[in-house]
C-alpha cells in the first residue's frame, strides 16, 4: 500500500502563486507514475499534470500550460506542483495521485486540498 499526504493549499488573490507538495509513504519503490487531479464544484475532475518516477515525460493540460510546473524529489518521494499566475478559475480541491506498474489508471489518491483564488 502506498499513502499520499498533501500540503500547500490555501488562499491568495489572482496572480499570486502557491506550492502543493505531496509525500508518498508505504511501498514507493512501486511508482511508475504522479500526478494531480482537480475538482471544482459542479465541475468534471481535470487530470492537470502528471510526471514519470524515472524522469522526464511531464505533461499539462491546456488549462495550466506554461503557468503551473510538477516536479519531484525521489529521495523524498515527494512530488510538487508550483502554481503561478493563478487565476479564480483555478479555485478547486487538488489531489495527488499515484499509478503502480502494470496497471491503466491511478492507483492511490491523496485526500485533497483546497485551493482558492480571488479575484
Known amino acids: 500500500q502506498v499513502q499520499l499526504a498533501e500540503s500547500g493549499g490555501g488562499s491568495v488573490q489572482a496572480g499570486g502563486s502557491l506550492r502543493l507538495s505531496c509525500a508518498a509513504s508505504?511501498?514507493?519503490?512501486?511508482?511508475?507514475?504522479m500526478g494531480w487531479f482537480r475538482q471544482a464544484p459542479a465541475k468534471e475532475r481535470e487530470l492537470i499534470a502528471t510526471i514519470f518516477w524515472s524522469g522526464g515525460g511531464r505533461v499539462y493540460a491546456e488549462s495550466v500550460q506554461g503557468r503551473f510546473t510538477i516536479g519531484r524529489d525521489n529521495a523524498e518521494n515527494t512530488v510538487y506542483l508550483q502554481m503561478n499566475r493563478l487565476k479564480p478559475e483555478d479555485t478547486a480541491v487538488y489531489y495527488c495521485?499515484?499509478?503502480?506498474?502494470?496497471?491503466?489508471?491511478?492507483?492511490?489518491w491523496g485526500q485533497g486540498t483546497q485551493v482558492t483564488v480571488s479575484s
Open positions: 508505504g511501498r514507493t519503490f512501486t511508482i511508475y507514475r
Open positions: 495521485v499515484l499509478q503502480i506498474p502494470g496497471t491503466r489508471d491511478y492507483d492511490y
